[in-house]
């Protein structure tokens, strides 16, 4: 209860939420937006070239309303919550995956519902079993893929380690127990019930020895 209320207050002092993001990449994007400010409102500032994935985030950034670490904030509530959000792999999920997903569905359609292809025609009904379990697949990619995972707000509070909270150096905030930081995304996370199961089932195994 006292941790709920200390991030109360603390969000009192920022204007929306604020998650347990990377100090590293904070300090680095108030660099960023200093330089921006320097360089006036009417002109354009272009980050520096690094050869990495960071040069297609700053350029191709998906339409994003707001960065947090290596999250894309694309729809969030008055508070800063998402209500959308894309994650550090969304090229992939875009120009991989959700192609792949498409392509197959279609060579199937073509091939073997429809039987353009030669192959023996499938009786009239396949496709209405078919095609609605491809629409299911792509609303659930969407659903796995632009919620939120469960980004952990930040707490530097001290007397939070009384709740039995951890320290986390990476974000200089501490975090409840079953959360944990993940370095792609540059933000701590709260572990699902269900990652926690499947992992404390899958640990007696990596404790075997052979």
């Not at 603390?10 to 590293?24: C, D, K, M």
Request: charged fraction near 15%.
């Amino acid at each position: 209860m006292y941790t709920h209320v200390r991030i109360h207050f603390f969000r009192l002092e920022y204007p929306f939420i604020r998650y347990a993001v990377s100090t590293r990449w904070e300090h680095q994007n108030t660099a960023r937006q200093e330089k921006i400010a320097n360089r006036g409102k009417n002109s354009c500032y272009c980050a520096p070239c690094t050869c990495s994935v960071e040069d297609f985030y700053n350029y191709c950034c998906c339409g994003a309303r707001r960065r947090v670490g290596g999250m894309f904030f694309l729809l969030e509530r008055p508070d800063g919550s998402p209500i959308i959000v894309a994650g550090p792999c969304w090229p992939f999920c875009t120009f991989i995956t959700v192609p792949l997903i498409l392509l197959v569905a279609a060579l199937v359609s073509y091939f073997i519902i429809f039987g353009y292809g030669g192959y023996a025609v499938m009786p009239w009904w396949v496709s209405l079993i078919y095609f609605p379990f491809v629409i299911l697949t792509l609303v659930a990619l969407f659903l796995v893929s632009c919620r939120d995972p469960g980004m952990v707000e930040k707490v530097p509070d001290e007397e939070a380690a009384a709740n039995g909270w951890y320290w986390n150096e990476q974000t200089s905030s501490f975090r409840p127990p079953g959360a944990m930081y993940c370095r792609e995304c540059k933000v701590s996370f709260k572990l699902s019930w269900l990652y926690t199961k499947l992992n404390s089932l899958i640990q007696p195994c990596r404790d075997c020895r052979f």
